[in-house]
T-cell receptor
Framework: GAVVSQHPSWVICKSGTSVKIECRSL??????MFWYRQFPKQSLMLMAT?????????EQGVEKDKFLINHASLTLSTLTVTSAHPEDSSFYIC???????????FGSGTQLSVL | KQEVTQIPAALSVPEGENLVLNCSFT??????LQWFRQDPGKGLTSLLL?????REQTSGRLNASLDKSSGRSTLYIAASQPGDSATYLC????????????FGTGTKLQVIP
């Protein structure tokens, strides 16, 4: 089956530093990828839609200067949390949309802890 | 605004039982509906996808149905196993496509050996 690889699985960083999370579709091209945030015991909240070769579309309330998204190729999107603060600590998940059958495939998630 | 509700929020059953998970949505203008499972601290694994024109999909011990007119989908799990223990989520993209996906609140399933 289709695989989406997300890296790293977990990261601990100091407040004020930046963290980059990668999302790769391994066996299909994804013109559209999505970034979600999940708080404990809650469902997923869409942060932004990443389109290959163009600027990301952010959901209301999501700071685009804080959460930088780059989708430079059809198989890779990155999310950079800039100047991270403890309130940014969360579980971040990416997904890729496979156009041929309209399915969404998800990465394994990244647990970010900001000290 | 689409709202997706899953009932029950949690379910505990003995191994071998058949069970049904429910997903309700308020806006019937959907693109399709997809069921996922999520293991603790992990991403989501796709289980079944039902197109808006379909009424059900089957994969192994799983069967998902869709009734757009009533705004409901069910996920039937036959002969449950401890390995089925996970949180199950339904996801509904809006009619325009995957730009707006609404996830259900999830059902946490525990299958007791």
């Amino acid at each position: 089956g289709a695989v989406v690889s997300q890296h790293p699985s977990w990261v601990i960083c100091k407040s004020g530093t930046s963290v980059k999370i990668e999302c790769r579709s391994l066996d299909f091209q994804a013109t559209t990828m999505f970034w979600y945030r999940q708080f404990p015991k809650q469902s997923l909240m869409l942060m932004a839609t990443s389109n290959e070769g163009s600027k990301a579309t952010y959901e209301q309330g999501v700071e685009k200067d804080k959460f930088l998204i780059n989708h430079a190729s059809l198989t890779l999107s990155t999310l950079t949390v800039t100047s991270a603060h403890p309130e940014d600590s969360s579980f971040y998940i990416c997904s890729a949309h496979r156009g041929e059958d309209e399915k969404l495939f998800f990465g394994s998630g990244t647990q970010l802890s900001v000290l | 605004k689409q709202e997706v509700t899953q009932i029950p929020a949690a379910l505990s059953v003995p191994e071998g039982e058949n069970l049904v998970l429910n997903c309700s949505f308020t806006d019937s203008a959907i693109y399709n509906l997809q069921w996922f499972r999520q293991d603790p601290g992990k991403g989501l694994t796709s289980l079944l996808l039902i197109q808006s024109s379909q009424r059900e999909q089957t994969s192994g011990r799983l069967n998902a149905s869709l009734d757009k007119s009533s705004g409901r989908s069910t996920l039937y799990i036959a002969a449950s196993q401890p390995g089925d223990s996970a949180t199950y989520l339904c996801a509904v993209p809006a009619a325009g496509g995957y730009q707006k996906v609404t996830f259900g609140t999830g059902t946490k399933l525990q299958v007791i050996p």
